[in-house]
């Protein structure tokens, strides 16, 4: 219990010399710095007035970021130059930007911003999208397909709906598009990648993604090998022959675009955070969602690592944050939390657990069950009341440049 609280009384003094005088929200905290988060998920603030009551409860419990849906399933919920204004906007006010607001009302509260966008998760419904220039509607042959080379528009064993193929140029190319949008022209702290990964083992098998794979294999196979496998009447055929070579030829895609954003976005705003929801089991994560996210950490290509650890069991959850924690390379874990689906006291639990094991946060799914949709934050206040007693400062990353 005294290393623990000598522990405590250091990571304290660390805090305030890591803040550089700087105080959250103007109030003076006398914590150690820790990320306390929230998943916004978007229909549960489709009005001004809901986005301000999120911050204002945000700031009332003394958590210090949120991270609010803002690309659902390939629509916007800001300003974008590349896709749809989401449907789910239609009855509110043509200039009302759910982004933006969100950031004026988390700058008065000093409260951090990191806006989540769903990356590969595409669409999730039987009725076509009414935009014409949605992705499903204007780009079809963008969409991942089964090894019966068919689109899948709503949910199937795995798979939550329509995906763009990860391995697509063009796919590639305009979700770092979308990205860089909101980099360049929101004053966000962090973006978010969610989705960021295959539904399953199951796709994706477009003729694009096959050719590619060929493509790529046939630069390490000898001439007379390609002719064998050419003669094979089956367009599966090299899948078939190199299914590790095919399971790697998946992570790598998702790897390149995570590298890719984050990049062009340090290039823009050095400072930027970029973050990413993963599977917490790793060989889940790795092996039927081609999301390596172990080595995103190795490359240095996210500054922190969200695990959707939402398990009900606490002993379940600390395996899979620690395994985060010790595989994090330098760069910072908050453990994501299923505070949907499980009681005060576990999640309270969870919380602790989390800090025993050196995560430099934690971050709720989601404000929506939290505040029975924003009517109340009694779950919020008890929480705090817990384990956030007093303001807490967002851990620094001493690998980014100081916000300007």
Not at 6 to 13: H, K, P
Not at 375 to 404: H, I
């Amino acid at each position: 219990m005294l290393f623990r609280l000598i522990l405590a009384a250091l990571g304290t003094v660390l805090a305030v010399i890591g803040m550089g005088g700087r105080t959250l929200g103007g109030e003076a905290s006398t914590r150690t710095a820790e990320a306390r988060a929230m998943w916004v998920v978007r229909w549960d603030v489709a009005n001004a007035g809901q986005i301000r009551n999120a911050v204002a409860y945000a700031k009332k419990n003394n958590f210090n970021i949120l991270v609010p849906q803002v690309r659902g399933r390939g629509d916007a919920y800001y300003n974008s130059h590349y896709e749809p204004r989401s449907e789910s906007l239609e009855s509110q006010p043509a200039d009302f930007d759910p982004l933006q607001t969100y950031i004026d009302e988390c700058r008065k509260a000093g409260i951090q911003i990191h806006a989540w966008l769903n990356t590969h998760y595409t669409w999730g419904s039987g009725d076509l999208p009414k935009s014409a220039d949605h992705i499903v509607n204007k780009h079809p042959d963008w969409l991942m397909r089964n090894e019966e080379n068919k689109i899948t528009l709503t949910a199937a064993g795995q798979s939550e709906g329509a995906y763009s193929c990860p391995s697509n140029p063009e796919v590639k190319e305009h979700l770092r598009s979308v990205y860089l949008d909101v980099v360049e022209n929101y004053d966000v702290d962090g973006i978010h990648f969610d989705f960021v990964r295959y539904p399953s083992i199951d796709y994706c098998f477009c003729d694009g993604c096959l050719a590619r794979f060929k493509e790529w294999m046939d630069k390490e196979l000898p001439s007379e090998r390609i002719a064998m496998l050419e003669t094979i009447d089956d367009r599966l055929a090299y899948v078939q022959a190199f299914p590790k070579k095919w399971d790697h030829f998946r992570r790598k895609q998702i790897t390149e675009l995570v590298g890719q954003v984050y990049r062009r976005a340090k290039d823009m705003k050095p400072n930027l955070v970029v973050s990413a929801s993963v599977f917490p089991g790793f060989e889940d994560a790795y092996n039927h969602r081609f999301q390596d996210w172990k080595l995103w950490l190795k490359m240095r290509i996210l500054d922190v690592l969200f695990p959707m650890a939402y398990t009900q069991d606490t002993d379940t959850f600390a395996a899979q944050i620690e395994d985060a924690v010790t595989s994090a390379n330098g760069r910072h874990v908050y453990a994501g939390i299923g505070q949907w689906r499980i009681s005060l006291e576990s999640t309270i639990e969870k919380i602790e657990k989390a800090r025993e094991l050196g995560a430099q946060g934690t971050n709720l799914f989601s404000y929506g069950s939290a505040t029975k949709d924003g009517t109340t934050d009694e779950f919020l206040a008890q929480l705090k009341e817990a384990v956030f007693q007093e303001p807490a400062a967002v851990p620094t990353m001493d690998w980014l440049s100081d916000r300007k």
